[in-house]
């Protein structure tokens, strides 16, 4: 059983919308530090926004920050990402990801977390 399933991931032009979801098995979200990441061509794998295990707390890198939106769905055991005003920059493979962060300035480091999904692929066109 794969414990993190992103999906929602698709083409869309510049200025559009997409909402990503982690569906997380064998752990509880809430439990968790939760992120999502992305890869884009050329560049390695970037933390982009990181929800806290213990609160609706939420931090987010600069390149992201007022147009992306991480969210915690305790019920459904589910992660979302919100994006708006997407642009062609932001296309990559977005990557959900669980672990323990013991210090804030870890939220987005990818060795903070331990549990990776298997990415979804977003294209942004101009």
Known sequence: QVPLVESGGGSVQAGGSLRL??????LRVRSKNMAWFRQTTGNGREG???IYNRGPNTAYADS???R??????????TVYLEMSSLKPEDSGIYFCAAG???RSDLLLA???YNIWGQGTQVTVSE
């Open 21 to 26: 979801s982690c569906a997380a098995s064998g």
């Open 48 to 50: 982009i926004a990181s």
């Open 64 to 66: 992201v920050k007022g």
């Open 68 to 77: 992306f939106t991480i969210s915690r769905d305790d019920a459904k055991n």
């Open 100 to 102: 323990v962060v013991v």
């Open 110 to 112: 990818d060795h903070s």
